[in-house]
């Protein structure tokens, strides 16, 4: 039963006897299982019947682990204003931490890094790397070549772009005013950062003369002398001179206008001067309008014409009601043509026509011929001129109807103003006779009253008469005259009528002596009775 060692795993250890036991006995072990780093006794005890104990003791010894699968390496970073640090890789077992000594830097330098890992169950493993910050190098920034056109002030170049934090830029040979060409040294530097050094070419070119317009100019020709002159303001120390700037007549000729300076280039410029042909001016001529009276119109201009020019005039009468456009040319040796056109128009006169008042016809009968009155004729113009007819509003009854202008007319130049008037229809007088010897038997109904009716209108017959006649009030034997009573023949008609007599007479009554009547000799006689029948009106 031996001493044992073992390396921390993490599992329970434990200790076992070697040799073979004889038949008949066992073992039996006390304080026999560690797991963490340290050092214990453990008893083993071999007994049997036949056997006196045999007791053994060995060690059980735990020892630390080594920590394994950690590199600590050695880093370098690029300035960028942030502090930096170094951080082992691998995984850490279970029961150990890292502490880290002098590991942090912000700065360009170098600087050497402990990692030290323990654990209670482990050698402790120290571990060094370096930690280094180098220069960073500046970025975005140009310096490019720029040239610039004389102007007499002095010119410079300047970096583009934001330089880093800590940095600062100096140049050299940076300025120029006269034309040439110089190179430009930039110069950035800052502790944390590798120096840059930037060149461009600054440059200076002769100034254009700018702002300066020459343009073509047409003049109206009014016989004085014309030229052109440069439009903005000449730089200093520049000046202009023109060749062939003057003209009178109408035609074109070029200008030239020539601008130098010492310090400029010579600009050339040139443009047209051109005198064209003058315009009649001040000259109107305007439409008019004329009311017909039989009489030639024309138009005329106004205005002052130029000397040396003329008018004609063409389409310029007319007389009847229309309209024409009428030209007028003016023209002139200096001039251009001026056509003018202007519309010339006649207009119709006013003729009043007015209706006679009063007139009309009788329910059923044909229009008669509207009359009128009629003035205001032109140019011996009467009423011959007319044409057509007045007309009324449509309708055949009775009533009260508006005359219109209807179709008459007075032609093209000629306006009516009308004034009109009623056209009255008046009620037809119908005859209405009731027929004679009209009558009936004492104690019958009426019969329907007869009649005959005559001068119907339009066409109409006795079918248009509602209502009956009537008679005077009555039963008993006699005359009775027959009246209108409810008969019409609506509002076209009055009714012109006719009476008659309406005769009742008298009725038949029979009277039948009662048979077998009697008496005894020597009585008085009885009343006699009788059956009578046909009575009527309900007597008896």
């Known amino acids: 039963f031996e001493d044992e060692s073992f390396v921390f795993d993490g599992t329970e250890k434990s200790l076992a006897i070697t040799g073979t036991l004889p038949s008949g006995t066992e073992v039996a072990y006390s304080n026999n299982g560690r797991t963490n780093v340290g050092t214990q006794i453990v008893t083993s005890t071999i007994s049997g019947n036949n056997f006196t104990?045999?007791?053994?003791?060995?060690?059980?010894e735990i020892t630390p682990a080594g920590v394994e699968g950690?590199?600590?390496?050695?880093?370098s970073f690029v300035f960028d204003g942030s502090e930096k640090f170094l951080v082992i890789t691998g995984d850490l077992p279970a029961g150990?931490?890292?502490a880290y000594t002098n590991n942090v830097r912000t700065n360009v330098g170098s600087q050497e890094v402990t990692a030290t890992i323990s654990g209670s169950n482990f050698e402790t493993l120290v571990l060094t790397a370096d930690l280094t910050i180098t220069p960073s190098e500046v970025e975005g920034i140009t310096f490019e070549d720029e040239s610039f056109v004389f102007d007499g002030t002095e010119k410079s170049l300047a970096i583009t772009g934001t330089l880093p934090s800590g940095t600062e830029v100096a140049y050299s040979n940076n300025g120029r005013t006269n034309v040439g060409t110089q190179i430009v040294t930039s110069t950035i530097s800052g502790n944390n950062f590798t120096d840059l050094i930037l060149t461009a070419e600054l440059e200076i070119t002769p100034a254009g003369v700018e702002g300066i317009t020459f343009e073509d100019e047409s003049?109206?020709?009014?016989?004085?002398?014309?030229?052109?002159?440069?439009?903005?303001?000449?730089?200093?120390g520049t000046s202009v001179a023109y060749t062939n700037n003057v003209r009178t007549n109408v035609g074109s000729q070029e200008v030239t206008a020539t601008i130098s300076g010492s310090n400029f280039e010579t600009l050339v410029l040139t443009a047209d001067l051109t005198i064209?042909?003058?315009?009649?001016?001040?000259?109107?001529?305007?439409?008019e309008s004329f009311v017909f009276d039989g009489t030639e119109k024309s138009l005329?201009?106004?205005?002052d014409l130029p000397e040396e020019t003329s008018v004609e005039y063409s389409n310029n009468s007319r007389i009847d009601v229309g309209l024409q456009t009428v030209t007028a040319t003016i023209t002139g040796g200096n001039y251009e043509e001026l056509l003018l056109t202007a519309e010339l128009t006649i207009t119709p006169a006013t003729l009043s026509i007015t209706a006679e008042a009063n007139q009309s016809k009788t329910y059923g009968d044909a229009d008669p011929t509207f009359s009128y009155q009629a003035s205001g004729f032109k140019n011996g113009d009467g009423e011959s001129i007319l044409t057509g007819a007045l007309a009324r509003v449509v309708g055949e009854n009775v009533g009260s109807y508006a005359i219109n202008l209807g179709s008459l007319s007075a032609g093209a130049n000629y306006t009516i103003n009308y004034t009109g008037a009623d056209?009255?229809?008046t009620e037809r007088t119908l005859t209405v006779i009731?027929?004679?010897?009209?009558?009936?038997?004492y104690g019958e109904a009426d019969p329907t009253l007869t009649y005959t009716a005559s001068n119907f209108g339009n066409g109409e017959d006795e079918s248009i008469l509602s209502g009956v006649l009537a008679r005077t009030a009555g039963e008993n034997v006699g005359s009775y005259a027959i009246s209108l009573g409810s008969l019409s023949a609506g509002d076209n008609y009055t009714i012109d009528f006719t009476g008659a007599d309406f005769a009742i007479t008298p009725a038949t009554l029979n009277i039948t002596a009662d048979a077998n009547q009697s008496k005894t000799y020597g009585d008085e006689d009885p009343i006699f009775t009788y059956t009578a029948t046909g009575f009527k009106n309900g007597d008896d």
């Open 53 to 60: 104990d045999l007791i053994l003791t060995a060690e059980l």
């Open 70 to 75: 950690i590199t600590f390496e050695d880093e």
């Open 96 to 98: 150990t931490s890292v």
């Open 219 to 236: 003049f109206v020709f009014d016989g004085s002398e014309k030229f052109l002159v440069i439009t903005g303001d000449l730089p200093a």
């Open 276 to 287: 064209t042909l003058a315009e009649v001016e001040g000259i109107t001529f305007e439409d």
């Open 300 to 303: 005329a201009i106004t205005g």
């Open 423 to 425: 056209f009255a229809i």
């Open 434 to 441: 009731a027929d004679p010897n009209q009558g009936k038997v």
